[in-house]
């Protein structure tokens, strides 16, 4: 196997558990949202999908298919950014609230972007400098970063909505909600400007990972049953985390890494 990382293994576990939840959810083609009934045939397109997603998590494991693997999922949020999210927004005049189906893709892609940086072979290193090495890692991290200030800006967008999801046992949930906003803002400025970045990155994975303790696992729980909404958000909840959690690594194993590959390639 090919492990550059501990969050490398969590997102390849979680890229399969994706398809095998999209399989099993047709329409779910890859981060918790229904492919849109105006695709053709979109039920046959959301089981190539899952199958598609499944193998690329396996893939990932394996040193004979990481790259093929990293660089098929880079394309594969790529193309579901580009042209699947992006039209919808243009359909709907770039409201605010639209953006978060480019947004929340933005995060997986840049996760996988930072893996096919990671495993980019020599050729792709000559003539793709852009997205490979230490190049293709930071700007991955940019696009995160980027996700996160959107995201804290979200929280005063909708801040009804947003107090509305702080758990009942949490007092002032109107500060809650304003603090996590700007946590998130923080936090995608650091990562962009490049002060305090590593630690924004982990902050972030852990804050998005009490989103998914705290607000919507307990939900599912307590009704025993998982509406679409429901379920849409704690999928892309989950797939954020480790998205994020894949972003913190990239600082503390991979860019070092990255970094040595080109210098080697330079010499």
């Not at 930071?138 to 929280?155: D, E, N, P, S």
């Not at 758990?167 to 603090?179: I, R, S, V």
């Not at 307590?222 to 894949?246: D, K, N, Q, Y």
Request: charged fraction near 10%; include cysteine; glycine fraction near 8%.
């Amino acid at each position: 196997m090919r492990i550059a990382s501990p969050g490398h293994a969590v997102f390849a576990a979680s890229t399969f558990v994706l398809g095998l939840l999209g399989f099993m959810n047709r329409d779910y083609a890859a981060f918790g949202h229904p492919i849109s009934n105006f695709v053709p045939a979109h039920p046959l397109l959301g089981y190539f999908c899952a199958v598609y997603l499944m193998a690329c998590g396996v893939g990932l494991l394996w040193r004979r298919t990481a790259i093929t693997a990293a660089r098929a999922l880079f394309a594969y949020f790529l193309f579901w950014s580009l042209l699947v999210s992006l039209p919808d927004i243009i359909r709907v005049h770039a409201s605010f609230g639209a953006w978060y189906n480019l947004a929340e893709p933005a995060v997986l892609l840049a996760a996988a972007w930072v893996l096919y940086a990671w495993f980019a072979p020599d050729w792709d290193r000559r003539h793709l400098r852009f997205v490979t090495g230490i190049q293709g890692v930071r700007a991955a991290q940019v696009l995160f970063g980027l996700a996160m200030i959107y995201f804290g800006l979200g929280h005063f967008v909708f801040l009804k909505a947003t107090v509305a999801d702080v758990p009942q046992w949490l007092p002032w949930p109107d500060l809650w909600a304003c603090f996590t906003g700007s946590t998130f803002i923080a936090a995608g400025v650091a990562i962009v400007i490049r002060v305090w970045a590593p630690l924004a990155a982990a902050l972030s994975a852990v804050q998005i990972g009490l989103f998914f303790l705290l607000v919507w696992f307990p939900a599912i729980v307590r009704t025993g049953a998982i509406s679409p909404f429901h379920w849409g958000e704690t999928i892309s909840t989950a797939a954020l985390m480790v998205g994020a959690w894949m972003i913190a690594d990239s600082y503390r194993v991979m860019l070092p890494l990255a970094s040595n590959a080109d210098s080697r390639h330079n010499l």
